[in-house]
């Protein structure tokens, strides 16, 4: 992988990314002067509930896993007029299963010609006749499936994180300005800027609802990863590819592939991202990989402001997925509850009411379903949306995470924005994988990779 580009300066670099900011799809939430005085008031943006109808929307899925397979889903369920017409993954089962899957639930035939296996599949599905580029591919290969597809000027669904390396990011960040520029739509999978309840939520903060924001914490703890067992047959690259959960290589840690989730839930209703990182984490019952299974990270803003986060994938402990963020006047989950600074609720997302009569515990629209309608309502509208820069953000601020836990030395931003970090085998093929080593870094010494 070659290298990104000069990385922009910090001043840039944050403006794209607020300018962007928390809207989802449809464009920035209006700022309008509010009747009852002079003060401007964030509007959040109102989403619409399916994509409306227009010329057939085409698209190529590269990932047939799990995540890849839901959005084929959420993508034949946006609105009319939308197929999915070709798949790409580095294994013929996984297109098996995935076209299996589209037979049964959606009755949708994907055609043996439309089907590509291999390093290479991605350029043939993003060669076929298609509009839109579904990436949900192991992370690892985001950057470079990204930057084809923009090249071949379609729109494309980026799932997170951005990469798992610095170089791999910026990367992502130079793909995305050239999407900008041919007016392509980019949405990323950073689904809680789509969740009708966290938007509902950032309009109160941003409005003043907890005053000024003072710190934040975020978990995501877990269960472990199942045990993995290689079958004798396979050689070394694709063990690592079918076991990709336990490898830094492929998707960057839990810090950056599922922690990635609330560090940009929090980096959204702050406002920028961090300048400096602390942390620490160990390999405790991981079994195979060289993937850390505890992490926790301080993050530093600009003005000093500190946000905790954690993350543990293990089993037998407390579960516990969640963001808190304190102000000045009281504190919020993100999600859907404030509360004063004596622990009083003082408001509560209205949820719709369900077919038995009582409020849902969820939104009406499952946010995986509402990315893919904004992302489709955009190309409909001939409104562009690129949250690239979003995704590359957070993406960046969970390596810093890593690269801290994994180090335990403190990790700044320009150092990371400028590093030359990039983690991978040189080359794609099947056999051994000499880069790459089943050793889990200790904090003190040299990271394994």
């Known amino acids: 992988m070659q290298s990104g580009p000069k990385s922009p300066g910090r001043r840039e670099f944050i403006g794209k990314a607020a300018a962007i900011g928390a809207v989802g799809a449809i464009g920035a939430g209006r700022i309008l002067t509010s009747c009852r005085s002079s003060t401007q008031k964030y509007v959040p943006p109102v989403f619409p ?25 959420n993508f034949i369920d946006a609105g009319p007029n939308l197929q999915v017409t070709a798949l790409a993954d580095v294994f013929q089962d996984r297109i098996d299963r995935c076209r299996a899957s589209l037979k049964e639930r959606r009755n949708v035939d994907i055609p043996d010609k439309n089907c590509f296996v291999g390093f290479d599949a991605y350029k043939k599905v993003i060669d076929s006749d298609v509009d839109i580029i579904l990436e949900a591919s192991a992370s690892h290969f985001r950057p470079l499936h990204f930057e084809a597809a923009v090249q071949a000027r379609k729109h494309v669904f980026l799932e997170k994180p951005a990469g798992i390396d610095p170089v791999g ?67 070394d690259m694709e063990a690592m590819l ?59 803003f600009n003005d000093h402001k500190t946000y905790q986060t954690m993350t543990r994938q293990i089993d037998g402990c407390t579960n516990y997925r969640d ?64 949250e690239t820069h979003n995704l590359a953000v957070s993406s960046m601020a969970g390596i810093m995470g890593r690269i801290t836990s994994y180090t335990g030395r403190d990790v700044t931003w320009e150092e990371i924005m400028n ?19 089943p050793v889990a870094a200790v904090p003190g010494t040299p990271p394994s990779t």
């Open 169 to 235: 990011v910026r990367s992502v960040m130079a793909s995305g300005r050239m999407a900008e520029a041919a007016g392509l739509s980019v949405v990323a999978g950073t689904q809680r800027r789509h969740q009708l309840d966290y938007v509902t939520t950032f309009g109160m903060i941003k409005n003043g609802a907890i005053g000024n924001l003072i710190s934040a914490n975020s978990y995501y703890n877990i269960g472990g990863t199942p045990p993995f067992i290689r079958q004798p047959q396979w050689c």
């Open 323 to 386: 963001d808190i963020i304190y102000g000045t006047k009281g504190y919020t989950n993100c999600r859907n509850t404030i509360w004063d600074n004596d622990g009083n609720i003082i408001w509560q997302y209205e949820y719709p009411m369900g077919e038995d009569g009582r409020p849902m515990d969820r939104v009406a629209i499952s946010p995986y379903d509402q990315e893919i309608i904004n992302l489709v309502t955009a190309i409909r509208t001939n409104n562009p949306v690129n």
């Open 242 to 300: 079918r076991n990709r959960s336990n490898w830094t290589w492929l998707t960057g840690d839990s810090v950056v592939n599922l922690l990635v989730h609330n560090i940009d839930a929090v980096l959204w209703f702050f406002e920028k991202h961090p300048v400096r990182a602390s942390g620490m984490g160990a390999q405790l019952r991981r079994s195979s990989g060289d993937m850390h299974d505890i992490c926790s990270v301080d993050f530093i």
């Open 419 to 437: 590093s030359s970090l990039s983690i991978g085998p040189r080359e794609y093929k099947w056999g051994p994988v000499p880069e790459i080593h």
């Open 49 to 73: 509930e399916r994509a409306p109808d227009g010329p057939l929307l085409k698209a190529g899925l590269i990932g047939c896993g799990g995540r890849g397979t839901g959005a084929a889903f």
